[in-house]
């Protein structure tokens, strides 16, 4: 079974501009769930999607989105980039139905904001 | 607030003895425990969990303890190897109610030859 699958792998950005991060699920997993992971603040959660809803929501800004297509691979989009944002966005699935407990997660996408 | 912290940023073990990596949780609602091995490039890793009825769960080589009178998660690794060096996020999660999946800082283990 192939893992959790992160693109791109890198992405070197200007202030301002938007990003799109792009994530696929192991095969069957409905639930996907996104964290920022940077050396000062650690794992902190993004948002969690099930089923194409999003289900639980972190505390960032609106700028940070998300959206889970039917197939439950998952796109990240950030707006109007800051120089804070810069960081290794992580996503990971998981398989239990009703609440996201074991997560497998993806190799990540590092984000350079410039 | 509520977070999930960790004693020791950076733990050094000669290779062959045992290591013990400390966690400490806030939430005593939280039902449910696991440590994720993260090394370098790579996404964490689960490694094992334990539910809030259980002080103690055996893997191969880790041991997960768990005390909820002073709210306190330990992994113990037997036997340390050169590739355990990696950092280690506990993760306190609530299912109940409002849901809620907390990692913790993370401890950088490194394993000296």
């Known amino acids: ?114 | 607030g509520e977070s999930v912290g960790l004693h020791l940023p950076t733990l050094s073990v000669q290779e062959g003895d045992n290591s013990i990596i400390n966690c400490a949780y806030s939430n005593s609602a939280s039902d449910y425990f696991i440590w994720y091995k993260q090394e370098s490039g790579k996404g964490p890793q689960f490694i094992i969990d334990i539910r809030s009825n259980m002080d103690k769960r055996q893997g191969q080589r880790v041991t997960v303890l768990l005390n909820k009178t002073v709210k306190h998660l330990s992994l113990q690794i037997a036997a340390t190897q050169p590739g355990d060096s990696a950092v280690y996020f506990c993760a306190e999660i609530h299912t109940s109610g409002t849901y809620k999946y907390i990692f913790g800082t993370g401890t950088r283990l490194k394993v000296l030859a």
């Open chain 1, 1 to 114: 079974k192939a893992g959790v699958t992160q693109t791109p792998r890198y992405l070197i950005k200007t202030r301002g501009q938007q990003v799109t991060l792009s994530c696929s699920p192991i095969s069957g997993h409905r639930s996907v769930s996104w964290y920022q992971q940077t050396p000062g603040q650690g794992l902190q959660f993004l948002f969690e999607y099930f089923s194409e809803t999003q289900r639980n929501k972190g505390n960032f800004p609106g700028r940070f989105s998300g959206r889970q297509f039917s197939n439950s691979r998952s796109e990240m989009n950030v707006s109007t980039l800051e120089l804070g944002d810069s960081a290794l966005y992580l996503c990971a699935s998981s398989s239990d139905r009703d609440r996201s407990e074991k997560l497998f997660f993806g190799s990540g996408t590092q984000l350079s904001v410039l």
